[in-house]
């Protein structure tokens, strides 16, 4: 089963979508299976993981259904990657008749025995979407800027880790994950 790392947090520009692509090449590189997850309607994660076309299939046509989610995986050089794209900002609320806090749980599951490692980027926000990445995954990496405005949310995240681990996720951890990352190292 996939070990899987959400980077969040509801500042923008702190490097979460940065630190998800360096974090899924490096463990790509190590001979590990890696899944991207871009909830970030931005779409940078893609971007930046080398997927070129804009108009293949999203993490939104896994996340409602119209698609199985191994047919909208795309495959990169440097890992698999569920991309995302500006219809994901809207699309995610009307996804699920029933708790939308786990739909991504579920749409996952088909495919946790196929990686090692699954990758979250998240949005700049706390919302559903975000809130999805923290009920699947077992560790948390939150990047911080070296200013004030990056330490004010941080109050607000914390609590919203709280209520996730209360109400769906008590594994949650929010922390360092580097001892977990091992593997064969190519040429080494």
């Keep these: 089963m996939a070990t899987i790392i959400t980077v969040s947090n509801q500042k923008g520009g702190v490097g979460k979508t940065t630190t998800s692509a360096a974090l899924a090449a490096g463990i790509a590189a190590k001979g590990l299976r ?99 990445a923290y009920a699947v995954s077992d560790y948390l990496i939150i990047p911080l800027a070296s200013d004030i405005l990056s330490l004010v949310g941080l109050a607000q995240l914390k609590e919203t880790i709280e209520s996730v681990r209360e109400s769906f996720n008590p594994g949650l951890k929010a922390g360092n994950p580097g001892p977990l990352i091992s593997g064969p190292s190519p040429g080494m």
């Excluded at 698609?67 to 795309?74: F, K, R, S, T």
């Design 34 to 132: 890696v899944l991207g997850v871009d909830l970030d309607p931005q779409g940078n994660l893609g971007f930046c993981l080398g997927v070129e076309t804009a108009n293949g299939p999203t993490v939104l046509d896994a996340l409602k259904g119209t698609l199985p989610v191994q047919e909208a995986i795309c495959r990169t050089e440097y890992c698999d990657i569920l991309t995302a794209d500006i219809t994901l900002s809207s699309g995610v609320e009307r996804t699920s008749s029933g708790p939308g806090e786990c739909i991504l749980k579920e749409t996952l599951a088909p495919v946790m025995e196929q990686y090692d490692y699954i990758i979250i980027d998240t949005p700049p926000a706390l919302n559903l979407l975000t809130v999805n």
